[in-house]
């Protein structure tokens, strides 16, 4: 009998296989899949198992086993540590302990030294499970070897590569900069000219108030670029997206020799697309054909992502001279 994708099961003798229809569709979705695929697995490895308990005579709810594990030596734990060494929520523990309570496979006492803290013990009922319990791991984790001996591809070690590549990078960061590298291809980036010059103080006006108070040092700038920024030496980038002005930097020159990376703005329409990035990167390049030998901006450090982003550029902490702005309380600088 033929059965579509939405009802196919994992169906075999001992339980679960992968139905063909599934399979075509692994093979149409390809390596993005990868999640569901494992999902799926580990569904099927899991309804497999729970019909081993009674084969050795073992009388838990599969769910309840890793508790069950960490309290089969006779010690006594609180529902904090069993939940921090099983890697559970809190009010998971919490669950699985009343239910094995009610099961009376678990007693609860309270601890010699506060009697405020609750800790659980394996009941005399349950500690009759040990030994059985005990013979089901071992030849479990026996099944496992041959399992993995006879498969061709080494599975346990490319599951533990793929767990630590994910804790060095999650799979949201390592999408997210794949979109980001996607959209750099929409997005150009061009010399400030008269035309942007509304762009250009509507995205700082924007961001500025979004977080601070715009001050008059601001103002002046914002309202006259050209005369402000451009005709003291310094340098302005627009980044568009699909042609409309969505990000903004400057490079203002000081009249101590100084170099500023300054007024750097992106749309909230166009966040996440690394913008700011490309802004910075474009301002170093430039700063360093002028001949500046070092790069400093000042920021404020509640503006997480934006500090980041400096640091990410090559920006460090530094103590400098006092800041003309209210809002900055942190300031960074770059050896060229």
């Known amino acids: 009998m033929k059965r579509g994708c939405a009802t196919a099961k994992l169906e075999s003798v001992t339980g679960y296989v992968i139905g063909e229809n599934m399979l075509e569709l692994y093979q149409q979705t390809g390596k993005m899949a990868l999640g569901s695929r494992l999902r799926q697995l580990s569904e099927a490895l899991a309804a497999q198992a729970a019909r081993v308990y009674p084969l050795y005579h073992v009388e838990i709810d599969p769910k309840w086993f890793p508790v069950f594990f960490m309290l089969r030596s006779g010690n006594s ?12 929520s809190h009010a998971s523990v919490s669950k699985i302990v009343k239910e094995m309570t009610a099961a009376g496979l678990i007693v609860n006492e309270k601890t010699p030294a506060d009697g405020r803290i609750n800790q659980v013990r394996l009941s005399d009922k ?30 346990w070690e490319a599951i533990s ?23 750099r291809h929409k997005i150009d980036l061009v010399e400030y000219r008269n035309s942007h010059r509304e762009a250009f103080r509507d ?21 006259a670029p050209r ?10 980038v627009m980044a568009l997206y699909e042609g409309q002005a969505v990000g903004t930097c400057a490079l203002i020159r000081h009249g101590n020799g100084s170099w500023e ?24 390049s430039k700063a360093r ?42 300031q960074m600088e770059q050896e060229l």
């Open 261 to 284: 990376l300054a007024k750097m703005a992106v749309s909230d329409v166009a966040k996440g697309k690394g913008i700011g990035y490309l802004l910075g990167m474009d301002i170093i």
């Open 126 to 155: 349950a500690k009759q499970f040990v030994p059985n319990l005990q013979r089901q791991c071992d030849d479990a984790e026996a099944v496992v070897e041959e399992l993995l001996q006879q498969s061709q591809h080494k599975l």
């Open 203 to 223: 995205l700082n006006y924007d961001w500025i108030e979004r977080h601070f108070t715009v001050e008059e040092s601001d103002r002046a700038q914002l309202e």
């Open 77 to 88: 734990l609180s529902i904090s540590v069993l939940a921090d060494a099983i890697g559970h």
């Open 227 to 236: 005369e402000y920024i451009l005709d003291k030496g310094g340098y302005i």
């Open 161 to 183: 590569e793929v767990e630590y590549l994910l804790n060095e990078e999650d799979f949201y960061s390592r999408m997210k900069n794949k979109y980001s590298a996607g959209e």
């Open 289 to 330: 054909e002028f001949g500046a030998n070092k790069l400093f901006l000042e920021s404020n450090t509640t503006l997480s992502p934006a500090i980041n982003l400096y640091k990410k550029l090559g920006f460090k902490r530094i103590v400098g001279e006092p800041s003309p702005y209210a809002r900055c309380n942190i």
